[in-house]
């Protein structure tokens, strides 16, 4: 098993760009999520799906798309890059969508630069 | 809605000394609670997790946790920390039975000196 992977591994954007980060895995896992990592503000939730076909907001959606027409693939879309956005990007999946308190497991991440 | 909060944001610790990091939550339901460890340059692997039973959960590496119901705390603890201990740890909770989103604390840097 691979796990999560995501790509790519760094980008940097010109603000107002557009681009997609991509996420899967090979877990078979119904709940997949897209966190962003900001310093001193832990890991905050910004999209998340149940299973394929149904996606909902975090909290901090704003500014991001997401879509899963796949199990395996849960890509993040980001509109009209902003400064604000510069930030590491992880995705992470687990077995369930339940809320039984199942382990949710991380991908390497994404850090992204917006200029 | 629920929060978390990780008192230290830096914890420096000679070698093979013991070490506590602190988490305090709020929240209006019951919540699984979550340590989470990030070493440089990676993703988060799970240390360990509280879901119900006894209150003193142990987790890899050598760590365990104590959930305090009373005083909505969940402390990680290591009796001897090691060099490659060296992470940020992030504290976080899941409210029962409601999605599997997490909300996590601000970190804490475990800095272990030789």
């Known amino acids: 098993n691979a796990g999560v992977t995501q790509t790519p591994k760094f980008q940097v954007l010109k603000t107002g760009q557009s681009m997609t980060l991509q996420c899967a895995q090979d877990m078979n896992h119904e709940y997949m999520s897209w966190y962003r990592q900001d310093p001193g503000m832990g890991l905050r939730l910004i999209h998340y799906?149940?299973?394929?076909?149904?996606?909902d907001q975090g909290e901090v959606p704003n500014g991001y798309n997401v879509s899963r027409s796949t199990t395996e693939d849960f890509p993040l879309r980001l509109l009209s890059a902003a400064p604000s956005q510069t930030s590491v990007y992880f995705c992470a999946s687990s077995y369930k969508a339940g809320g039984f308190g199942d382990t949710q497991y991380f991908g390497p991440g994404t850090r992204l630069t917006v200029l | 809605a629920q929060s978390v909060t990780q008192l230290d944001s830096q914890v420096p610790v000679f070698e093979e000394a013991p070490v506590e990091l602190r988490c305090n939550y709020s929240s209006s339901v019951s919540v699984y609670l979550f340590w989470y460890v990030q070493y440089p340059n990676q993703g988060l692997q799970l240390l360990l997790k509280?879901?119900?039973?006894?209150?003193l959960v142990k987790g890899i590496n050598g760590f365990e946790a104590e959930f305090n119901k009373s005083q909505t705390s969940f402390h990680l603890r290591k009796p001897s920390v090691h060099i490659s201990d060296t992470a940020e740890y992030f504290c976080?909770?899941?409210?029962?039975?409601?999605?599997?989103?997490?909300?996590f604390g601000g970190g804490t840097r475990l800095m272990v000196k030789p």
């Open positions: 799906s149940v299973g394929a076909g149904i996606t």
């Open positions: 509280y879901l119900s039973g006894s209150t």
């Open positions: 976080a909770v899941s409210a029962l039975n409601a999605g599997n989103m997490l909300t």
